[in-house]
């Protein structure tokens, strides 16, 4: 005969607690419960569930209804070096597959990687010189491509993911383009035949587009705002300003004057000299 053990054998990982008396199977015996991580007793009771509940473990409802494991002090328990060996030739098996299983994904990774380089090469040097020179055209999306940009080893879905980025970066720009080519107000279009107003707004536009460190994600008063955005941007990046394209930018331009200096507006809009005003830009 096997004395009952005065608390679980084998702590499996787990936090033992005394509950007092319990009913099962129409028997009062001494209960614990097991609080923790309860992998270990899950492997080992779906591979030696014989062995331990011949000692007294199984599975019971806490209060709060969640399935813990649960020792009982049987009146008769089996030994436990049995369930022990049993339970470490079961955590050993978990290992092996585990390990196996991880082997199994590295291998398919590594294989879908290669196969992928090829494709992802263009991709990923279009991407990067959206990033490197022309942020804006993706602006909240940025951080979505840089963390791609920071993983050397592309998959499929990688792949897909960066070449959407592209496309919506190019897009933006090609919108962008489309706004600037159309009409302008016609006083704006006729201050703008002035070379030096063009050289004026060119300046203008790049001077907020180097204070839209955000690209208009908030209303930081600093830089074009979600609106004037892409087309600011746009016209930073040209080398000069024809008199449609200053057009444009004046109107642009006149939206966030107050973060233009004194000089800067009166080249741009014949204003007088005033104290700037806070404003808001998205």
Not at 27 to 32: A, D, P, R, S, V
Not at 72 to 98: F, K, M, Y
Request: glycine share 4%; net charge negative; with cysteine.
């Amino acid at each position: 005969m096997t004395v009952p053990y005065n608390e679980p054998p084998l702590a499996l990982g787990l936090a033992w607690t005394d509950r007092g008396l319990g009913r099962r199977y129409g028997h009062t015996m001494q209960l614990w419960t097991g609080e923790g991580d309860t992998a270990s007793f899950s492997a080992a009771w779906k591979r030696a569930k014989p062995e331990l509940e011949a000692c007294g473990y199984s599975w019971t409802r806490s209060e709060d209804q969640r399935l813990v494991p649960c020792f009982w002090r049987l009146p008769e328990p089996a030994p436990a070096e049995p369930a022990r060996q049993a339970l470490e030739a079961a955590l050993a098996a978990v290992a092996a597959e585990q390990a196996e299983r991880a082997r199994r994904e590295e291998e398919r990774v590594a294989t879908e990687v290669a196969r992928c380089a090829s494709r992802a090469r263009p991709i990923r040097r279009d991407l990067e010189a959206i990033v490197s020179a022309h942020a804006w055209q993706l602006r909240r999306q940025l951080s979505d491509a840089e963390a791609l940009l920071a993983n050397d080893a592309w998959r499929e879905w990688d792949c897909e993911q960066a070449a959407r980025l592209v496309t919506t970066a190019r897009g933006n720009a090609t919108r962008a383009t489309a706004r600037l080519s159309g009409p302008s107000l016609p006083h704006w279009h006729e201050r703008a035949a002035d070379p030096a107003v063009q050289a004026a707004a060119l300046q203008a536009c790049r001077f907020l587009s180097d204070l839209d460190l955000d690209w208009a994600a908030d209303r930081n008063s600093a830089g074009w705002s979600q609106s004037t955005c892409w087309s600011g941007h746009c016209l930073a990046e040209r080398a000069s300003l024809d008199q449609g394209a200053a057009a444009h930018a004046l109107a642009l331009l006149h939206q966030h004057r107050r973060q233009l200096t004194d000089s800067s507006r009166r080249a741009l809009f014949g204003e007088p000299e005033t104290a700037p005003e806070t404003e808001l830009a998205l």
